[in-house]
């Protein structure tokens, strides 16, 4: 599985900005994919991710309201619309997929044990 991040970049606090995963070798038909991040000097943190049978998503308290996980599976590609960014959003985001057990992973909230593949990552900065 190869997956590529793009969209990252430097933002206001209260901006907008939507990272894309483009995902290729899936080769299942229940999968799914994450985005984590890492801030400097902390660990990496699951921040949303959705699943490909039914599009259920989970996303972590420190994010729910202000970023949306979608897919548009003509593209096999995920979104992640980050709203209303803070300072503490200031990270290294990477994308992560879970062939052959995305249901299993929506259950679990997609922990980083489960990880098939990762991205090589984006950097998220959001300052004034």
């Known amino acids: 599985v190869q997956l590529v991040e793009s969209g990252g970049g430097l933002v206001q606090p209260g901006g907008s900005l939507r990272l894309s995963c483009a995902a290729a070798g899936l080769g299942s038909d229940d999968y799914a994919i994450a985005w984590f991040r890492q801030a400097p000097g902390k660990e990496r943190e699951g921040v949303s991710c959705i699943g490909s049978t039914d599009d259920r998503t989970y996303y972590a308290d420190s994010v729910n309201g202000r970023f949306t996980i979608s897919s548009d599976s003509a593209k096999n590609t995920v979104y992640l619309h980050m709203n209303s960014l803070k300072p503490a959003d200031t990270a290294v985001y990477y994308c992560?997929?879970?062939?052959?057990?995305?249901?299993?992973?929506?259950?679990?909230?997609?922990?980083?044990?489960?990880?098939?593949?990762w991205g090589q990552g984006t950097q998220v900065t959001v300052s004034s």
């Open positions: 992560a997929s879970f062939p052959n057990r995305g249901r299993l992973a929506l259950i679990l909230h997609c922990p980083a044990s489960l990880v098939g593949s």
